[in-house]
């Protein structure tokens, strides 16, 4: 199985940003360990991160037909990006959306995600460690 891991906007901080939010690991660390994590599910992980909304999309159609799965950390598209939405429902294969942090417990506005509804499932709050949990969900849907 392969498995594209998408990072959004603001997200190429990681590790300064924060860090009492985020955390300390840096966005490069958290790709390495998401690579390691896959190897261990038997998952090959590929990364991609921009702070452009129209990357996003256009890498998110490139994987049809070449993925069997996606995890994104929309950042602050989770909120607003209906056409982030319409992606993710265009693509036509399983997408987890994670959140680092509890977004339901802080500001009121980002308790409201736009994405959810189109995705298998949403981790929030567990960190970086709520990748890991993506990758174990997309595995465990593998036939």
């Known amino acids: 199985m392969r498995v594209l891991i ?5 997200l190429n ?15 490069g660390e958290l790709e390495d360990l998401c690579r390691r994590w896959g190897e261990d599910l038997g998952i090959a992980v590929e990364t991609f991160q921009s702070n452009h909304e129209g990357a996003i999309i256009d890498r998110l159609h490139e994987t049809i ?28 294969i399983p997408v987890v959306e994670v959140h680092i ?7 009121p506005w980002r308790a409201e995600s736009v ?18 949990q993506a990758l174990e969900h997309l595995a465990g849907l593998e036939p």
Request: one cysteine or more; a negative charge; hydrophobic letters at 35%.
């Open 65 to 92: 037909g070449t993925a069997g799965g996606v995890v994104i950390n929309p950042g602050a598209l989770t909120h607003y990006s209906y056409a982030l939405h319409d992606a993710i429902e265009a693509i036509g």
């Open 6 to 10: 998408v990072n959004g906007p603001n």
């Open 115 to 132: 994405v959810s509804p189109v995705c298998v499932a949403t981790i929030s709050g567990h960190g970086i460690d709520g990748y890991r």
């Open 13 to 27: 901080l990681l590790g300064a940003r924060r860090p009492d939010v985020y955390g300390e690991t840096t966005l």
């Open 101 to 107: 942090s509890d977004v339901s417990s802080r500001e």
